[in-house]
Each structure stands twice: as structure tokens, then as C-alpha cells.
T-cell receptor, first 117, second 114 residues
Framework: GAVVSQHPSRVICKSGTSVKIECRSL??????MFWYRQFPKQSLMLMATSNEGSKATYEQGVEKDKFLINHASLTLSTLTVTSAHPEDSSFYIC?????????????FGPGTRLTVL | GENVEQHPSTLSVQEGDSAVIKCTYS??????FPWYKQELGKRPQLIIDIRSNVGEKKDQRIAVTLNKTAKHFSLHITETQPEDSAVYFCAATPKGTSYDKVIFGPGTSLSVIP
């Protein structure tokens, strides 16, 4: 099966600082990755679609200047939460899309728990 | 855009009984419907999926049905076990040109009582 990793798994930071989260596809190339945010007892909300070599596509209501996405290679996408505030505390999960014939499969990373003090 | 609704939000069943979770979607272009199980603090785990050219699919104790005309799909778990307790999410995927976004339903918290 395909493996997607995330780093770090947990991060605690002070309000006003920036935090970078990495998402890697370990055994396949992913031209497209997705970033989700999940608040406690809620669903996964798609934040943005990350495309290798081009700008990310953000969902409505997600601030692109707040959540910077860089997909610099076929195996790595990064999400940077800039000037983090306590309301940004959440579980951030990425997924990587693997193309299989005419179908696309998504594989999820283990998630990153962000706590902003 | 796609909107996925899911019911019930919580479900308690006795061990051995069946559990049914129902979802509806809004975008007729959606053609792939995965179901995920998520345990606390972990990633969603794909448990079964169905594509729009199929009406029903079964994998051991889990089955999924799809009614494209009504835009309904359902998850059926038979002979439930305590380890089935988790949050279950349905999802719909509108077919894109180069990538397929997965839009999640709000989730169902399933408790299986021993």
C-alpha cells in the first residue's frame, strides 16, 4: 500500500509564530496533495489543493496568506501556518493522490496536532 | 460545490446488531464514494468504497449501497463488534480533470455496546 508521512506529529507554539508542516508520499509520486483541518468532534474540512509546480487552490473561506502551501517536488508538500493564534489550534491532515489508471486514489497522512498557546 | 450530509450523528447498538449510516450528496458529477473509519487522534482509514457504475458492494461484514438517482448512499455493518466503535465518515468525490477532491460528511459516532 501507499504510505504518506507527516512531520511533525505534534507541535506546540506561541501565538504569533509560524509553523511548518510537511507531508511526504514515501513510495509514490503525487502531483496533487490535499490539506485538511479537523477541529475536535468535527469532520475533515478541505482547506486547499496543492499542485506540484503551481499555486495551490484554496477552498472558500481559507486565507491563502495565512496558510502558505508549497508543493516543490512530486513527493513533498508543506503547509505553513503564519502568525498562528489559539484559534488555529487543530488537527491538520494531508492526503496524497496516486493516479491508478483512470482512477485516482487518496492516501492520508497521520496528521499533525497543532496547539497554539 | 459538493455538499455531503450524514445521519445519524451518533449511533449506539448492541454487540451483534447491525448499524446503518445514511448519506446524501448534492453534486451529480460525483462518481466515487468512499467510507472512512477514524479512531481518536488518528488518520481516516478507508474501509469500503463504491463507484457510480455500481449499486452495491460488500466486503465481509460491511456493505455499501448507492442510489445515484436519489443521490443517496448508505453503509451497513452487520454483526457489530466493540472494535467497530469509532467515527465513520462518508465522502463524495466530484470527478475532476486532473484531481479529485474528497468532500467529507459530518461524521457518525458509532458505539457498540458489549
Amino acid at each position: 500500500g501507499a504510505v504518506v508521512s507527516q512531520h511533525p506529529s505534534r507541535v506546540i507554539c506561541k501565538s504569533g509564530t509560524s509553523v511548518k508542516i510537511e507531508c511526504r508520499s514515501l513510495d509514490f509520486q503525487a502531483t496533487t496533495m490535499f490539506w485538511y483541518r479537523q477541529f475536535p468532534k468535527q469532520s475533515l474540512m478541505l482547506m486547499a489543493t496543492s499542485n506540484e509546480g503551481s499555486k495551490a487552490t484554496y477552498e472558500q473561506g481559507v486565507e491563502k496568506d495565512k496558510f502558505l502551501i508549497n508543493h516543490a517536488s512530486l513527493t513533498l508538500s508543506t503547509l505553513t501556518v503564519t502568525s498562528a493564534h489559539p484559534e488555529d489550534s487543530s488537527f491538520y491532515i494531508c492526503s496524497a493522490q496516486r493516479v491508478s489508471g483512470s482512477d485516482n486514489e487518496q492516501f492520508f497522512g497521520p496528521g499533525t496536532r497543532l496547539t497554539v498557546l | 460545490g459538493e455538499n455531503v450530509e450524514q445521519h445519524p450523528s451518533t449511533l449506539s447498538v448492541q454487540e451483534g446488531d447491525s448499524a446503518v449510516i445514511k448519506c446524501t450528496y448534492s453534486d451529480s458529477a460525483s462518481n466515487y464514494f468512499p467510507w472512512y473509519k477514524q479512531e481518536l487522534g488518528k488518520r481516516p482509514q478507508l474501509i469500503i468504497d463504491i463507484r457510480s457504475n455500481v449499486g452495491e458492494k460488500k466486503d465481509q461484514r460491511i456493505a455499501v449501497t448507492l442510489n445515484k438517482t436519489a443521490k443517496h448512499f448508505s453503509l451497513h455493518i452487520t454483526e457489530t463488534q466493540p472494535e467497530d466503535s469509532a467515527v465513520y465518515f462518508c465522502a463524495a468525490t466530484p470527478k475532476g480533470t486532473s484531481y479529485d477532491k474528497v468532500i467529507f460528511g459530518p461524521g457518525t459516532s458509532l458505539s457498540v455496546i458489549p
